[in-house]
């Protein structure tokens, strides 16, 4: 997502965070090594449970020449079916000593590590994340380990006084959360109202964040406390006389019902600063929408280190059809939120009035660890007519993020997905549109070219697009949802300025509460472009016109939409720039200690990827 270097506005997202230890961590299992002899190398100490996320249960010594190891992932919490995550630190290492690390016990087949995703570095010294080079990581059935999935990767320790850590994903934590999210509250922004929602299992907080208007956070908080409410007041600004104002409408944003899914939460953080700057859209946006924001839905599963469940071995994600205070307390709690509003409607209507305030869209964001790009499940309608209105969010959000697959999304009526909160609360709620977006744990791809890995600013960034996609759904005229035009002139730099400015904001928010990166590790990102399509008034009718006649020939049912449908929906639009250009493969940001031609380490750790991959091939 960059523009050269010198021309890129300041970083949207703070650097990911710092390894925390805590040793009062519940975990089930205590990391082990075996002793090397003494004319071997000296014995490497791993820690996968005394810090916060972490996870690994297990390291074996095997081979002395080379030095390898193999790691075994900890299960989720009394579910031993999810094993992807994994999160660990290891010291002890002599400078220059080169290990292989074998990471057993993985529950999927699939994996983006086959397409070139690798796992994140860092140290005690050096906390900012970054990703291995591709090119020394392998996914393979191991005919050594009864031929289940293995990743492998050879690293070479730099220093001898510090501290590694490695995990799947750029981690983000629920300490790591609650002080940004303490920093903002400090600022006493007028936009922004925090309250505790409800308490984990394990007594962690569930946040509810309400961003609006200071006029609409009152109005939001009388329709909570169940006060007979009129009509909303008119948007600052708005002409005297204004007449009759249409109810507020309201939008439920949540993320990381899936602990192993940390993108989730940069993508959150890039949300939330957003919605709480000074940038004119958001300003706008908050005049016209209340957002109620839930910034981690699985708070225990999080600080475990699991990867899809709770303290108590459940999946949250299959839980929204059911009432289970005990079990899920969090996911009760969201549900309970939204039923506020249901009331709220239902007893206007007995008064033969109109609500103050309606619940119109319910967006979870998630991580994919098979996919690429960004997308969106959906439901498909009962009535196609109404794919107008359930596809608007999705076009808009495809105008302004560079990296989402219009071509990736799906409408469907899947009966296995009964239990997610995008089917769940659409049959609970009926009138609300609910969503899941997704986004890739590694990359953009166009066909088989593939733009650079992710890292959290580009994480952020989706953030930050998915506030502009709000914007554009709920404060843009009809038409222009359908083909917003591309910023330019004043508009541009007014977007620019304001970019610049939540990069500020974020600055000062997280000072104290997180480690700043070095200058080397500055943003080379720019904002996102708002991208245009040809709109035209006849849109709607044309797209349902398409929509009819691929249903008649193919048929509609839990497979969903078909491409035919789906391009009606999502014009076609001039090819773009991926995130980092059209590499052939991805590429690993420059300057890193982690960098080299055929090296692992540092510079002059000469350990060639290409002895890894010759012994690896005949494990």
Not at 227 to 248: D, F, I, K, L, Y
């Amino acid at each position: 997502m960059a523009s050269a270097k010198q021309d890129a506005p300041p970083q949207l997202a703070p650097p990911p965070p710092k390894p925390e230890t805590q040793p009062q961590q519940v975990a089930a299992a205590a990391a082990a090594s075996s002793s090397a002899s003494a004319a071997g190398p000296p014995e490497l100490e791993f820690d996968g449970t005394s810090f916060e996320s972490a996870n690994l249960a297990s390291a074996k010594l095997v081979s002395l020449q080379p030095c390898e190891y193999d790691l075994q992932i900890r299960p989720d919490t009394l579910n031993s079916r999810h094993r992807v995550w994994f999160y660990f630190s290891v010291k002890g290492a002599r400078a220059g000593q080169k290990v292989v690390f074998n990471i057993l016990g993985y529950s999927k087949t699939k994996s983006l590590f086959r397409d070139g995703m690798a796992p994140v570095v860092c140290t005690s010294a050096r906390p900012y994340w970054e990703r291995m080079p591709p090119q020394s990581v392998f996914y393979y059935r191991s005919p050594r380990h009864n031929k289940d999935y293995v990743l492998s990767f050879p690293f070479c320790f730099e220093r001898a006084d510090e501290t590694y850590y490695f995990a799947y994903c750029f981690p983000y934590t629920y300490s790591y959360l609650q002080r940004f999210l303490l920093a903002l509250e400090h600022k006493a922004l007028p936009c922004l109202h925090r309250e505790l929602l409800c308490r984990s299992i394990q007594e962690r907080r569930l946040d509810l964040l309400t961003i609006s208007s200071p006029a609409n956070l009152a109005l939001d908080a009388a329709i909570r406390a169940g006060h007979a409410v009129g009509s909303p007041p008119a948007p600052e600004g708005a002409p005297p006389g204004t007449g009759p104002v249409a109810p507020r409408r309201v939008v439920l944003v949540s993320a990381r019902v899936h602990p192993g899914e940390s993108p989730a939460s940069f993508m959150m953080h890039g949300l939330i600063l957003f919605l709480t700057s000074e940038h004119a859209r958001a300003r706008e946006l908050r005049e016209h929408v209340i957002l109620k924001v839930v910034p981690m839905l699985n708070p225990d599963g999080v600080f475990l280190g699991n990867y899809r469940c709770n303290s108590c071995g459940l999946d949250l994600n299959r839980l929204w059809h059911a009432s289970m205070p005990g079990m899920a307390p969090t996911i009760h709690a969201v549900r309970e939120l939204a039923r506020q509003y249901t009331a709220h409607a239902a007893h206007a209507a007995a008064r033969g009035g109109t609500p103050a305030a309606a619940l119109e869209m319910i967006l979870d964001m998630h991580a994919h660890s098979t996919c690429m790009n960004g997308f969106i499940f959906a439901n498909l309608p009962e009535d196609l007519r109404e794919m107008d209105s359930v596809t608007a969010f999705p076009r808009c959000l495809a105008n302004q993020a560079k990296d989402f697959s219009s071509a990736g999304c799906k409408f469907d009526r899947d009966e296995s997905k009964a239990g997610t909160g995008r089917r769940a609360l659409s049959e609970m709620l009926p009138g609300v549109h609910c969503y899941t977006l997704e986004v890739s744990m590694f990359c953009a791809a166009q066909g088989n070219v593939r733009g650079e890995a992710y890292q959290p600013a580009s994480y952020t960034q989706m953030g930050h697009a998915i506030g502009l996609a709000l914007h554009e759904c709920y404060c843009t005229a009809k038409g222009v949802v359908l083909g917003a035009p591309a910023l330019g002139g004043h508009a541009a730099a007014q977007h620019d300025a304001s970019s610049a400015a939540i990069a500020a904001t974020a600055t000062t928010a997280l000072s104290g509460a997180a480690t700043t990166a070095p200058a080397e590790a500055a943003a080379t990102t720019a904002a996102p472009t708002v991208h245009g399509t040809a709109a035209t008034s006849a849109f709607a009718a044309s797209a349902f016109a398409a929509s009819a006649s691929t249903t008649a020939s193919a048929g509609v049912g839990s497979a969903g939409v078909g491409s035919a449908t789906r391009a009606a929906y999502f014009p076609a639009r001039a090819a773009r720039p991926m995130a980092g250009g059209t590499h052939s493969a991805p590429m690993v940001r420059g300057g890193s200690a982690w960098v080299g031609a055929g090296r692992v380490g540092g510079t002059g750790s000469a350990y060639s990827s290409v002895r890894c991959a010759s012994r690896l091939s005949n494990a």
